[in-house]
């Protein structure tokens, strides 16, 4: 059944409901303003339209609903009834809920950014005591996963929270976040992004943007974003602004409970809203030198998390981009090196009808957080060749540095990190490739300018004219990954051993391993 104004729906005791009225669309569906037939009272009702992936993920939205509908309290909207569509099977899924009459929080808060009307500390702690209060109902029996100004609701002059349990209906209808829950981008805790156990926790987060929207007028994150990815890296790799940059004024108390609320990592949270509205009891009031002197301390104590929050934002940030690098790197690899290999492998064991086939040892499901690469091509029977690659990273490699020291004349050196290079381009990872016989060649991964770069095949040879005693290689021979930035390094030099840097393709790559390979 398609419905329109003037439709009627029926609650569990079949008492009839009359559409009035549109007052809202998302992605749940339409919310229509109502009226009970036999009393006239007005109610809202959505319709949630879910679409589920599976059996099982329609049961579980079926099990939240009924655990939303025992929720209760004064500042939770109060749900009447929910048609999940068994009852009545000629009408489609609905809520019938409490009807808020003064629209919603998101509505108060452009007003007040308009205008830059700052609540007072005393208005502060009364909207959060009330947010608090109404989480504390509904964590008790659920997790709500799309806390945003729009979920909380104005009945009268009482904030309410609404469409706790409906979360999964948005995730299933728009298959926009497929994590176990929904959520919206702007609100959505860190561990909500790493597809994470829904907790209160994730709750607390999303509550504490609102509860910095309110104090400081602003969101807490700066750029705004303007995509779903611009908004996970915030959550997960940004520091919060400093509120009192927005409102000078706010109560120390206030910015310590949204700051713990905020933090990144999940167990320095609050534990519970039980914390929370403890926190919130006493507003502060300065009125002596010594509120004075403890509103100091509160305020320095604020500016070190702060700060600490900000170090360990930039860490997970440096972390994420390692990895990141490390991914690019490892595909490169796949795409270029182990592709060939494999395919080498295939032709050659396609054409021999020997029981020692050839093979290629490789496991890339175990390598993506590590820093070097690895695999083995076993061609012939007692034969192999190794190839090892290491992703180049600042951190390991160091290097010494000159230093003039001015009092003694004497030149003394002092250690920096650094990435080598070939020709002034940073090398992204270089490699060996050798034989059973310790014959082989270097692999480097040059950054060219392109998300890839470019690999390079080095060849090298002896420098006959200015060999020592011992120091002659056979030849061809690889520099092993120790040695290698220091060689790269001296090609512009006159040196014991020269190389020859050859831009790869596949041809000439392949006819090397296959020369190393039954050697």
Same mark, same amino acid.
């Given at each position: 059944?398609?419905?329109?104004?003037?439709?009627? /729906?029926?609650?569990?005791?079949? &008492?009839?409901?009359?559409?009035?009225?549109?007052?809202?669309?998302?992605?749940?569906?339409?919310?229509?303003?109502?009226?009970?037939?036999?009393?006239?009272?007005?109610?809202?009702?959505?319709?949630?339209?879910?679409?589920?992936?599976?059996?099982?993920?329609?049961?579980?939205?079926?099990?939240?609903?009924?655990?939303?509908?025992?929720?209760?309290?004064?500042?939770?909207?109060?749900?009447?009834?929910?048609?999940?569509?068994?009852?009545?099977?000629? /009408?489609?899924?609905?809520?019938?809920?409490?009807?808020?009459?003064?629209?919603?929080? &998101?509505?108060?808060?452009?007003?007040?950014? &308009?205008?830059?009307?700052?609540?007072?500390?005393?208005?502060?702690?009364?909207?959060?005591?009330?947010?608090?209060?109404?989480?504390?109902?509904?964590?008790?029996?659920?997790?709500? %996963?799309?806390?945003?100004?729009?979920?909380?609701?104005?009945?009268?002059?009482?904030?309410?929270?609404?469409?706790?349990?409906?979360?999964?209906?948005?995730?299933?209808?728009? $298959?926009?976040?497929?994590?176990?829950?929904?959520?919206?981008?702007?609100?959505?805790?860190?561990?909500?992004?790493?597809?994470?156990?829904?907790?209160?926790?994730?709750?607390?987060?999303?509550?504490?943007?609102?509860?910095?929207?309110?104090?400081?007028?602003?969101?807490?994150?700066?750029?705004?974003?303007?995509?779903?990815?611009?908004?996970?890296?915030?959550?997960?790799?940004?520091?919060?602004?400093?509120?009192?940059?927005?409102?000078?004024?706010?109560?120390?108390?206030?910015?310590?409970?949204?700051? $713990?609320?905020?933090?990144?990592?999940?167990?320095? &949270?609050?534990?519970?809203?039980?914390?929370?509205?403890?926190?919130?009891?006493?507003?502060?009031?300065?009125?002596?030198?010594?509120?004075?002197?403890?509103?100091?301390?509160?305020?320095?104590?604020?500016?070190?998390?702060?700060? %600490?929050?900000?170090?360990?934002?930039?860490?997970?940030?440096?972390?994420?981009?390692?990895?990141?690098?490390?991914?690019?790197?490892?595909?490169?690899?796949?795409?270029?090196?182990?592709?060939?290999?494999?395919?080498?492998?295939?032709?050659?064991?396609?054409?021999?009808?020997?029981?020692?086939?050839?093979?290629?040892?490789?496991?890339?499901?175990?390598?993506? $957080?590590?820093?070097?690469?690895?695999?083995?091509?076993?061609?012939?029977?007692?034969?192999?060749?190794?190839?090892?690659?290491?992703?180049?990273?600042?951190?390991?490699?160091?290097?010494?540095?000159?230093?003039?020291?001015?009092?003694?004349?004497?030149?003394?050196?002092?250690?920096?990190?650094?990435?080598?290079?070939?020709?002034?381009?940073?090398?992204?990872?270089?490699?060996?490739?050798?034989?059973?016989?310790?014959?082989?060649?270097?692999? /480097?991964?040059?950054?060219?300018?392109?998300?890839?770069?470019?690999?390079?095949?080095?060849?090298?040879?002896?420098?006959?004219?200015?060999?020592?005693?011992?120091?002659? %290689? %056979?030849?061809?021979?690889?520099?092993?990954?120790?040695?290698?930035?220091?060689?790269?390094?001296?090609?512009?030099?006159?040196?014991?051993?020269?190389?020859?840097?050859?831009?790869?393709?596949?041809?000439?790559?392949?006819?090397?391993?296959?020369?190393?390979?039954?050697?």
């Amino acid at each position: 059944m398609i419905l329109n104004i003037g439709s009627k /729906l029926m609650d569990g005791d079949k &008492r009839k409901y009359i559409l009035d009225d549109i007052i809202g669309q998302g992605g749940f569906g339409y919310v229509y303003k109502a009226h009970r037939e036999d009393d006239g009272n007005i109610f809202a009702i959505k319709t949630t339209l879910p679409s589920f992936f599976d059996k099982s993920s329609e049961i579980a939205f079926k099990n939240e609903i009924q655990a939303a509908l025992k929720v209760s309290g004064d500042n939770v909207i109060r749900y009447e009834f929910a048609h999940t569509g068994e009852k009545y099977p000629e /009408l489609p899924p609905y809520i019938i809920m409490e009807y808020a009459d003064n629209g919603t929080l &998101r509505d108060i808060l452009n007003q007040r950014k &308009r205008t830059n009307s700052f609540y007072s500390t005393e208005e502060l702690f009364g909207i959060f005591r009330q947010l608090a209060n109404g989480m504390s109902d509904i964590n008790s029996l659920l997790v709500h %996963r799309d806390i945003k100004p729009e979920n909380i609701l104005l009945c009268g002059s009482v904030l309410k929270i609404t469409d706790f349990g409906l979360s999964k209906v948005a995730v299933e209808k728009t $298959r926009t976040i497929t994590f176990k829950g929904g959520g919206t981008p702007l609100y959505m805790s860190p561990e909500a992004w790493d597809y994470s156990k829904n907790t209160i926790q994730m709750d607390i987060y999303s509550m504490g943007i609102i509860f910095y929207e309110l104090a400081a007028l602003e969101y807490p994150y700066s750029p705004m974003p303007r995509t779903q990815e611009d908004a996970k890296n915030l959550h997960l790799y940004s520091p919060i602004q400093n509120i009192t940059n927005f409102n000078s004024r706010l109560d120390p108390k206030i910015t310590s409970i949204i700051n $713990r609320m905020l933090e990144k990592v999940s167990k320095k &949270r609050f534990k519970s809203w039980t914390e929370i509205i403890q926190s919130l009891e006493q507003p502060s009031s300065l009125v002596s030198s010594l509120d004075n002197i403890v509103a100091m301390a509160v305020a320095t104590k604020n500016s070190l998390d702060l700060q %600490r929050q900000k170090q360990e934002s930039e860490l997970r940030k440096q972390a994420k981009e390692k990895e990141d690098f490390r991914k690019l790197v490892h595909s490169q690899f796949d795409n270029t090196i182990i592709s060939i290999l494999k395919n080498y492998i295939d032709k050659m064991n396609e054409g021999y009808a020997g029981v020692h086939k050839a093979q290629l040892e490789y496991n890339n499901d175990i390598i993506p $957080r590590q820093n070097h690469i690895s695999c083995k091509l076993i061609a012939l029977e007692g034969k192999y060749v190794d190839i090892k690659i290491e992703i180049v990273f600042k951190e390991n490699h160091v290097r010494k540095v000159p230093i003039d020291n001015f009092w003694s004349g004497e030149r003394q050196y002092r250690e920096e990190e650094y990435i080598p290079q070939y020709r002034g381009k940073n090398i992204m990872a270089f490699g060996e490739i050798s034989n059973s016989k310790g014959l082989g060649y270097n692999l /480097l991964l040059v950054d060219s300018g392109e998300i890839y770069g470019d690999w390079l095949i080095m060849k090298n040879k002896n420098n006959l004219s200015y060999m020592t005693q011992n120091k002659e %290689r %056979r030849e061809p021979f690889a520099f092993d990954l120790e040695e290698l930035p220091d060689e790269i390094n001296k090609v512009q030099v006159t040196h014991l051993y020269t190389s020859d840097f050859e831009e790869y393709n596949d041809e000439e790559f392949i006819s090397l391993i296959n020369m190393l390979a039954i050697m």
